[in-house]
């Protein structure tokens, strides 16, 4: 389905609480994470929570929702922790119109030019994403900063059919095999974690959020092509730019870290 809300003046963040009243919620994404108040909890890493997808995704299929591309499959993968198994739905991004801004989180204060987000579902709970997606617990995003530097490869296979996704509602398919682990950053024992939300609407308040601290880098030329695609927004170009929404306060939410 098409959605109406945007990132625009007329039906960006500030507006969306009038129909999704969750958006207005006390446990909302995204924050500052604030390394100094950050819980050390050095359980989160005994044992680690390995990141260990068991197979490559297969049959991916790649759309321009008109507020982010979207990577989404029919094959199942997983990564499990102990008691946990969190099953993958998609991967999107957000990203900025210049190199300064485009990350939804910031990491002190400091934003990225793009955030990675894969959403995956709990299905130790749950029977769909659908209906995860809704309930607390239900949902763990991986949060990943991107910063200029070395292209990368993984991300080089989808940008690669960007042409054919350029305009809103459009759909194609990626062929071969995509390795979710080749997504995540060098260092994955680093994060921090916190109870919050969907950054879009409907808001809920469902997500245990995973945002590592270690970025991964995009070069200037793949940037470009995410800014290349075009959206639904009124400006005369019709650029899908700074799909981001405002930071959020804590509150009285902890936030816990692995990093020393
Ligand atoms: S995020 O990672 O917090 N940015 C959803 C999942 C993760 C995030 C945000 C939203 C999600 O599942 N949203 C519901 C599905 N969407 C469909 C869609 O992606 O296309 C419904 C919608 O938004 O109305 Cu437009
Ligand atoms: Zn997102």
Not at 146 to 169: K, M, N, Y
Not at 199 to 205: A, G, L, M, Q, S
Not at 210 to 236: A, Y
Request: net charge positive; glycine share 6%; hydrophobic share 35%.
């Amino acid at each position: 389905q098409k959605c109406l809300w945007g990132y625009d003046n007329d039906n960006g963040p500030h507006t969306w609480c009038r129909q999704y009243p969750k958006a207005a919620g006390a446990f909302q994404s995204p924050i500052n994470i604030d390394p100094a108040s950050a819980i050390y909890a050095a359980r989160l890493n005994n044992p680690p929570l390995h990141f260990n997808y068991q197979q490559a995704l297969t049959g991916c299929s790649l759309c321009n929702n008109g507020h982010s591309f979207q990577v989404s499959t029919e094959s199942d993968t997983a990564w499990r922790a102990a008691h946990l198994r969190y099953q993958f739905a998609q991967f999107h991004m957000h990203w900025g119109s210049g190199n300064g801004w485009g990350s939804e989180h910031a990491l002190d204060g400091k934003v990225f030019p793009a955030e990675l987000h894969l959403v995956h579902w709990n299905s130790k709970k749950f029977t769909s994403s659908q209906e995860a997606a809704a309930i607390k617990d239900g949902l763990a995003v991986l949060g990943v900063f991107v910063e200029v530097g070395l292209a990368h490869p993984a991300l080089e296979r989808v940008l690669s059919r960007f042409e054919a996704i350029r305009q809103p509602d459009s759909k194609t398919s990626i062929s071969g095999g995509i390795n979710l682990a080749d997504f995540l950053p060098s260092n994955t024992t680093e994060f921090f974690t916190y109870e919050g939300s969907l950054t879009t609407p409907p808001c809920f308040e469902s997500v245990q959020w995973i945002v590592f601290r270690k970025p991964i880098t995009m070069s200037q030329e793949q940037l470009d092509r995410l800014r290349s695609l075009k959206g639904r927004s009124q400006s005369s170009d019709q650029q899908l730019v700074n799909n981001y929404r405002h930071l959020i306060p804590l509150g009285s939410r902890k936030l816990y870290t692995t990093c020393k």
